[in-house]
């Protein structure tokens, strides 16, 4: 059981504040981070105009060390494998981009793919003679084995895959497409952007090539923060698109050797403070207890889909048969930006998600927006409510 009482006292937007709380209901979006994040990185900040960047780096070496470290432990991977970055969409081109193309290749992207993975596959498509292809879903919407199993040749060069979409409450068969495109030598790169922080993940387990993630969502980091996890039998043969004297040293007037495992990745500056920032939110995270956070944002979820479901003129707009965090919902002959201005004069907190940004999936299902409702373990029952009974009011 999580102590929610000692994770409020943990969160400046709830211990600071005088007055009722607010509903904070978008970790799918950016979420509320803990003191101990905030304390970093304004300390860290605080010491670089004290000392100068370089020195106060060199006194936090162990702790930036500890940054992978942490993250390692939370996805069951060497530090090795893991690069820091400072987006989830920066991670996953990073890698994407380092894997060959040739003409007549093709890329198998999810159903429910996020944009930024799709423009990048099609801009390297198109410069590759490659083609971009979309994994149906099944009835249910979620991502079809089967129909995977039967696009797979050994042209197919890269399969990416959506863990949980950015609209909806969605969980893909993960470890099962990975068995399946890799029977024909497909790399399959993961977009974990919306589970991390909010679902067990096991690269070992999952069996995928590379997997990408940010900060500042579920895992309650700073912006401007994300990770790359590459499979080290992987790592070893791929050259990064861009290099720099951190992911390679010059070792002669002709020549460069690539660095040794994930940091290849990494380019040599970055934002310390937000870096350290991250490591703190993920070893909060495993201070308090994932299986425990994990277990109360899936409750809330829960909560939240059966008050959903109950208000006449409300439609859920979540997929698939195993769910997550995030819930997904229409009201009738309401705008979706109409809704979200009324709940935010109410001091609710949700998101709108565009058809935009998951293009193939909303076009399919003749969507052009979605309310998104994503709330993590800080939120208390009785702010669900409250959501909840605004949600009635205004379908009313
Ligand atoms: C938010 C999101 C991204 C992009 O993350 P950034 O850190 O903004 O680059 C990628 N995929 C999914 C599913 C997302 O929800």
């Given at each position: 059981?999580?102590?929610?009482?000692?994770?409020r006292?943990?969160?400046?937007?709830y211990?600071d504040?005088?007055?009722?709380?607010?509903?904070?209901?978008?970790?799918a979006?950016?979420?509320l981070?803990?003191?101990?994040?905030?304390d970093?990185?304004?300390?860290h900040?605080?010491?670089?105009?004290?000392?100068?960047?370089?020195?106060a780096a060199?006194e936090?070496?162990?702790?930036?060390?500890?940054?992978?470290?942490?993250?390692?432990?939370?996805?069951?991977?060497?530090?090795t494998?893991?690069?820091l970055?400072?987006?989830?969409?920066?991670?996953?081109?990073?890698?994407?981009?380092?894997?060959?193309?040739?003409?007549?290749?093709?890329?198998?992207?999810?159903?429910?793919?996020?944009?930024?993975?799709?423009?990048?596959?099609?801009?390297?498509?198109?410069?590759?003679?490659?083609?971009?292809?979309?994994?149906?879903?099944?009835?249910?919407?979620q991502?079809?084995?089967?129909?995977?199993?039967?696009?797979?040749?050994?042209?197919?060069?890269?399969?990416?895959l959506l863990?949980?979409?950015?609209?909806?409450?969605l969980?893909?068969?993960?470890?099962e497409?990975?068995?399946?495109?890799?029977?024909?030598?497909?790399l399959?790169?993961?977009?974990?952007?919306?589970?991390?922080?909010?679902l067990?993940?096991?690269?070992?387990?999952?069996?995928?090539?590379?997997m990408?993630?940010?900060?500042?969502?579920?895992?309650?980091?700073?912006?401007?923060?994300?990770?790359?996890?590459v499979?080290?039998?992987?790592?070893?043969?791929?050259?990064?698109?861009?290099?720099?004297?951190h992911?390679?040293?010059?070792?002669?007037?002709?020549?460069?050797?690539?660095?040794?495992?994930?940091?290849?990745?990494?380019?040599?500056?970055?934002?310390?403070?937000?870096?350290?920032?991250?490591g703190?939110?993920?070893?909060?995270?495993?201070?308090?207890?994932p299986?425990a956070?994990?277990?109360t944002?899936?409750?809330?979820?829960?909560?939240?889909?059966?008050?959903?479901g109950?208000?006449?003129?409300?439609?859920l707009?979540?997929?698939g048969?195993?769910?997550a965090?995030?819930?997904?919902f229409?009201v009738?002959?309401?705008?979706s930006?109409?809704v979200?201005?009324?709940?935010?004069?109410?001091?609710?907190?949700?998101?709108?998600?565009?058809s935009?940004?998951?293009?193939?999936?909303?076009?399919?299902?003749?969507?052009?927006?979605?309310?998104?409702?994503?709330?993590?373990c800080?939120v208390?029952?009785?702010?669900?409510?409250?959501?909840?009974?605004?949600?009635?009011?205004?379908?009313?």
């Open positions: 059981m999580l102590d929610t009482a000692r994770i006292a943990d969160t400046p937007a211990a504040r005088t007055g009722e709380p607010p509903v904070f209901l978008d970790s979006g950016s979420s981070p803990p003191r101990v994040v905030l970093t990185v304004i300390e900040l605080r010491r670089e105009a004290e000392i100068g960047g370089y020195r060199t936090r070496l162990d702790d930036l060390a500890g940054v992978k470290s942490a993250i390692g432990t939370l996805i069951n991977a060497d530090p494998a893991i690069a970055s400072d987006s989830a969409s920066r991670a996953w081109s990073d890698f994407f981009y380092a894997v060959p193309l040739v003409p007549g290749d093709r890329i198998l992207i999810s159903g429910s793919d996020y944009a930024s993975n799709a423009i990048a596959a099609l801009q390297r498509a198109r410069a590759a003679g490659a083609t971009v292809e979309a994994i149906p879903s099944d009835e249910t919407g991502l079809d084995l089967a129909a995977l199993d039967s696009m797979l040749d050994e042209r197919v060069r890269i399969v990416s863990h949980v979409p950015t609209n909806g409450g969980v893909n068969p993960v470890a497409a990975t068995r399946i495109a890799h029977r024909v030598g497909a399959v790169l993961l977009d974990a952007c919306q589970s991390a922080g909010q067990r993940l096991d690269v070992a387990e999952l069996g995928v090539d590379a990408s993630a940010t900060g500042r969502k579920w895992l309650r980091g700073p912006r401007g923060t994300g990770f790359l996890y499979r080290p039998q992987v790592c070893r043969e791929l050259e990064p698109s861009r290099l720099d004297l992911s390679a040293s010059w070792t002669g007037p002709q020549e460069y050797r690539l660095a040794a495992g994930a940091t290849r990745f990494e380019f040599w500056e970055c934002d310390v403070a937000a870096r350290l920032g991250l703190a939110a993920v070893q909060y995270l495993l201070d308090v207890g299986d956070v994990f277990a944002i899936a409750a809330h979820a829960r909560r939240l889909r059966e008050g959903l109950a208000v006449t003129g409300v439609t707009r979540d997929l048969t195993a769910h965090g995030i819930v997904s229409t009738d002959g309401r705008d930006v109409e979200w201005k009324q709940l935010r004069q109410a001091d609710i907190t949700v998101t709108v998600s565009h935009g940004s998951t293009l193939l999936d909303m076009s399919a299902r003749g969507l052009d927006s979605v309310v998104r409702a994503s709330p993590h800080f208390d029952t009785a702010e669900l409510d409250r959501f909840l009974t605004a949600v009635a009011d205004l379908a009313r």
